[in-house]
């Protein structure tokens, strides 16, 4: 691959995972807005909040409008992260095809699990002031006293009241969540390998193989393989967004010292179950999300280059 090439390349990884951020956040954000009160509510632990929470929206928020607040933010934060990702997992993978084990050709599971938390690193760290704006308008009505009208007013009311400080709440389970990123594309690389190699009796000898094999992959390949990857490894990493969210409302600087002392909070008050409010909305939400994401994101990965051409 010349440098040309591989500089291409990143960029049409960039491009597809933007693509893909968008589509997936359009189609699902109430979901999202749900899973997001259901997070942040420290008092109710009833089964059927997810019904309690869509009637509340509906009938006190201004009907189905209501579960479209927050959306620029939602939009941009994926979209952003997306499209950072995807362009920084790219180069990473690229260099360590180039400076790895000359006597190795595939990438291995620990690998794509290093390159894949690595970008989610750097993509946590530019896109954190995003997501504390995204979840403060989703956590409240935009009839709440205080809440922000936009997204622009949410900016310059952190950074009137909080300074910078406040653009990073929530930044350390963020960057523990990172592990959820790599877990998954780490199960989704080795899930795609091996469908690919099943498909077609021939082995890859090679990792250029191996991605010329992949895009031979059907979508309902992609969707099985993108859902395997996304339950396992939000069944192990889940509790760090209900974290998360909770650092990152309007009074997390009063209610908690710390992610420790949130942990300690949520383990005493809500016991075990705290820890896993919200995990039906965030099924529903993620599968689908999951689906739209990886579909959109293989398949921009194959027409984009062509459509290049095409224009060339």
């Given at each position: 691959m010349t440098d040309k090439n591989a500089f291409a390349s990143s960029w049409v990884e960039s491009i597809a995972g933007f693509t893909a951020g968008v589509v997936s956040t359009v189609c699902l954000h109430p979901l999202?807005?749900?899973?997001?009160?259901?997070?942040?509510?420290?008092?109710?632990?009833?089964i059927g909040g997810s019904v309690r929470v869509v009637?509340?929206?509906?009938?006190?928020?201004?009907?189905?409008?209501?579960?479209?607040?927050?959306?620029?933010?939602?939009?941009?934060?994926?979209?952003?992260s997306w499209g950072l990702y995807f362009l920084c997992y790219s180069n990473i993978k690229d260099i360590m095809h180039k400076f790895g084990n000359p006597g190795r050709d595939n990438l291995t599971s620990s690998d794509y699990f290093i390159a894949s938390g690595t970008a989610g690193m750097l993509t946590a760290v530019f896109t954190n002031p995003i997501w504390v704006i995204k979840t403060r308008m989703l956590s409240t009505g935009s009839r709440t006293p205080g809440a922000y009208a936009s997204f622009t007013s949410g900016a310059l009311q952190i950074f009137r009241s909080e300074g910078v400080a406040g653009f990073y709440r929530g930044l350390l389970p963020a960057l523990f969540?990172?592990?959820?990123?790599?877990?998954?594309?780490?199960?989704?690389?080795?899930?795609?390998?091996?469908?690919?190699?099943?498909?077609?009796?021939?082995?890859?000898?090679?990792?250029?193989?191996?991605e010329k094999m992949s895009r031979t992959l059907s979508n309902i390949d992609f969707l099985v393989i993108s859902s395997l990857s996304k339950i396992f490894a939000g069944c192990i990493t889940y509790p760090y967004q209900l974290l998360r969210a909770r650092l990152q409302t309007y009074d997390a600087a009063v209610l908690y010292r710390g992610a420790t002392d949130a942990i300690r909070q949520i383990w005493r008050k809500e016991g075990l179950s705290g820890f896993y409010k919200g995990l039906g909305p965030n099924l529903l939400r993620v599968l689908p999300s999951t689906w739209v994401t990886f579909l959109v994101y293989e398949n921009t990965k194959i027409y984009l280059p062509k459509l290049a051409a095409n224009l060339g």
């Open positions: 999202d807005l749900i899973k997001t009160r259901l997070q942040v509510d420290r008092l109710s632990s009833r009637r509340e929206i509906y009938q006190n928020e201004g009907g189905i409008t209501a579960f479209y607040r927050g959306l620029t933010p939602n939009i941009l934060g994926n979209s952003t969540g990172v592990s959820h990123g790599a877990l998954q594309f780490m199960a989704y690389e080795q899930l795609k390998l091996y469908r690919s190699k099943k498909t077609f009796s021939t082995v890859s000898s090679t990792a250029a193989d191996a």
